[in-house]
């Protein structure tokens, strides 16, 4: 089956500055990846995702990139703010795999 | 729509005892996964229903664990007798086709 692995599983970053979080996939089959946000306490909310006829998505401050060749997707935050401290999750959506999170902590 | 409803939001129940849990997907999506969070493990599939039908249950722990969806609008996941190992929270997700999942609340289970 589908095998989705997700780094850093921590990451810190200043205020202002920008965060990567990089996974990769197994399944070549897979076409759909959405990466969730979840905040303490609360439920995975999707805040982006890209299909596989796409390289690349941006959404204000949030992006995501695709390598379908490498089978590896990242998303990049800029100029990162305290309420984008959560952990995020990637996923693969061909077999509903999700990679193993991200806690991600904005340093003010 | 009151997106995804989830009952109990926290269920204390002993171990052996039986625990139903409950989900009310958005009306109109036609896919409807349950999923269990802990520390140790994140976020696994548990099952996933197309059309009230179960499409995938490999992600179900044991025989312990069952899940329904009688209807487009209810699904129940059971799970008889109930161990503390099973303690998580589940949460309920739906879609409409293969798009994005809206999750549910959650429900948070202990089982002492």
């Known amino acids: 089956g589908e095998n989705v692995e997700q780094h850093p599983s921590t990451l810190s970053v200043q205020e202002g500055d920008s965060a990567v979080i990089k996974c990769t996939y197994s399944d070549s089959a897979s076409n759909y990846f959405p990466w969730y946000k979840q905040e303490l306490g609360k439920r995975p909310q999707l805040i982006i995702d890209i299909r596989s006829n796409v390289g690349e998505k941006k959404d204000q401050r949030i992006a995501v990139t695709l390598n379908k060749t490498a089978k590896h997707f990242s998303l990049h935050i800029t100029e990162t703010q305290p309420e984008d401290s959560a952990v995020y999750f990637c996923?693969?959506?061909?077999?509903?795999?999700f990679g193993t999170g991200t806690r991600l902590t904005i340093i003010p | 729509d009151a997106g995804v409803i989830q009952s109990p939001r926290h269920e204390v129940t002993e171990m052996g005892q039986e625990v139903t849990l409950r989900c009310k997907p958005i009306?109109?999506?036609?896919?409807l996964f349950w999923y269990r969070q802990t520390m140790m493990r994140g976020l696994e599939l548990l099952i996933y229903?197309?059309?009230?039908?179960?499409?995938?249950d490999s992600g179900m722990p044991e025989d312990r664990f069952s899940a329904k969806m009688p209807n487009a609008s209810f699904s129940t996941l059971k799970i008889q007798p109930s161990e503390p190992r099973d303690s998580a929270v589940y949460f309920c997700?739906?879609?409409?086709?293969?798009?994005?999942?809206?999750f549910g609340p959650g429900t948070r289970l202990t089982v002492t």
């Open positions: 997700a739906s879609s409409l086709t293969s798009g994005e999942q809206y």
């Open positions: 996923a693969a959506h061909e077999k509903l795999t």
């Open positions: 229903f197309n059309n009230n039908v179960p499409i995938d």
């Open positions: 009306s109109g999506h036609d896919y």
